[in-house]
């Protein structure tokens, strides 16, 4: 027997279905945080298709406060390469595909740890997500619960990442403060808007240099408009510390 004719497993090609499909407040993936946690007042909404879409699917799902989700990264490209620069690291520094988190992966796989705010049925089951870094549209072909005493290590080591990255400090225009007071969700957006921004989300390359550019995060129903102010400190050295929110523009 030709042992080429029985394919590895390595070599098989594995089909997934897609269970569910996220309904996000981040319509684009600019501004997104490149990780979970990061803005606590980030919500989605996971709804489950059928035939995952069974209430006996997620029956005492509900004893949870967590849960892992496994997605599929669908608006990066296909293509890969083994080597990659994080922006962690500036932009600059090349590490394995394999070191880093970044989305650029041989199968786009990605794994997320969010908080279970709720379960609705309408009529299939939708699961309320809190904390999330997800795109609008998102597909889903997994859900675990978190287990904290399975999944946290003790003494583990991040790498190039050992912390989560400095934040920005943001100030709103008087305009922007008034149009959130205006709104139902304002403190909540305000906040969300805060989280956000808080982290630079231009392109590692822009970071650490004069720039005059405005930029725009699609958040909910919003166009968020800002530009950074550079802040001098007394020793001459350049600190970019303040995002400023120029204004909140409705979508088209």
Known sequence: MNTHDTPS???????????????????????IP???????????????????GH?????????FSH??????????????????????????????VFASRSTHRP?????SLVELAGIEYDPAPV???????????TPVVDIKPYLPWADSADNARAGFAPEPPPRLDVRMSNECRQALEARH?????GALIREVLSQDPRPAYRRNR???RSYGVRLHDLDVRFHIETDTRGSGDRCESIVVVDALVPMA
């Open 67 to 96: 849960l892992w989700i496994t997605f599929i990264f669908h608006q990066s490209p296909e293509r890969w390469t083994p080597l990659i620069r994080p922006p962690r690291l500036g932009g600059n520094h090349r590490i394995g």
């Open 107 to 111: 199968n786009r796989l990605g794994l």
């Open 127 to 137: 699961l309320i997500l809190r904390g999330h870094d997800l795109v609008d549209g």
């Open 34 to 52: 490149r990780q979970p946690g990061l803005a606590p007042q980030a919500t989605a909404r996971l709804r489950l298709d059928a035939p995952f």
């Open 185 to 189: 969700d304002g403190e909540s957006l």
């Open 210 to 212: 004069r720039d005059d």
């Open 55 to 63: 209430r006996d699917c997620v029956r005492g799902l509900e004893h």
């Open 9 to 31: 497993p390595a070599s098989a090609s594995i089909a997934l279905d897609i269970i569910g499909t996220v309904e996000s407040c981040y319509p684009d993936k600019f501004g």
